[in-house]
Nanobody
Framework: QVQLVESGGGLVQAGNSLRLSCAASGRTSSTYTMGWFRQAPGKEREFVGAISTTGGTSYYSDSVKGRFTISRENAKMTVYLQMNSLKVEDTAVYYC????????????????WGQGTQVTVSS
């Protein structure tokens, strides 16, 4: 497992952008596929997207595809979630997570989690 800490959340108006960061610690962090999930009040935690260990490939949920982009800098052990054209329905607590399994969208396959950062999008 790796230790993960998210930052960058806040309040933003619809249509604007926000970038979240996830700092990882641990020697093996670069060997993890890194994902982002979110959880809105009263809803289950849902997959947002994930990026491969090298950062060469990524995949996203349909609800954010084309608006959100995940990147990573292994030298800094940091993963980013760039969120553009934000909508009110993007309001949630955002979590980064790590897994050894590339391609998975199921939260049960992620064994390392951050504490989450709140993103609130106002109309």
């Amino acid at each position: 497992q790796v230790q993960l800490v998210e930052s960058g959340g806040g309040l933003v108006q619809a249509g604007n952008s926000l970038r979240l960061s996830c700092a990882a610690s641990g020697r093996t962090s670069s060997t993890y596929t890194m994902g982002w999930f979110r959880q809105a009040p009263g809803k289950e935690r849902e997959f947002v997207g994930a990026i491969s260990t090298t950062g060469g490939t990524s995949y996203y949920s349909d609800s954010v595809k084309g608006r959100f982009t995940i990147s990573r800098e292994n030298a800094k052990m940091t993963v980013y979630l760039q969120m553009n054209s934000l909508k009110v329905e993007d309001t949630a607590v955002y979590y980064c997570a790590g897994t050894r399994s590339y391609g998975t969208r199921w939260r049960g396959n992620y064994d390392s989690w951050g504490q989450g950062t709140q993103v609130t999008v106002s109309s």
